[in-house]
């Protein structure tokens, strides 16, 4: 099995507030919290995204955290890399 999993590209980029279709958005909580994950974690899942970002008052949707991933990848500030599950 193989999991899907996300990594920046580079440490130094600067995060590019977009919401999940990809347009700009300003000074959204949520959007700090994800780039402070993806910097702190050499890579991360949906799952661990979700662990790092939840508080009990702010909740990220696995399906909102997967089409950000993915489009930050499409953006290039991200890569993609298929990581295999131990059963």
Not at 34 to 58: H, P, Q
């Amino acid at each position: 099995d193989r999991k899907r999993l996300w990594q920046l590209t580079s440490q130094k980029v600067v995060p590019p507030f977009l919401d999940t279709k990809g347009n700009p958005s300003h000074g959204h909580e949520m959007l700090t919290r994800i780039w402070r994950a993806l910097k702190m974690a050499k890579a991360v899942s949906v799952s661990t995204l979700r662990s790092f970002v939840d508080d009990g008052e702010v909740t990220l949707s696995a399906d909102t955290a997967r089409t950000y991933l993915n489009a930050l990848a499409e953006a290039g500030y991200l890569d993609v890399i298929e990581a295999k599950v131990e059963m």
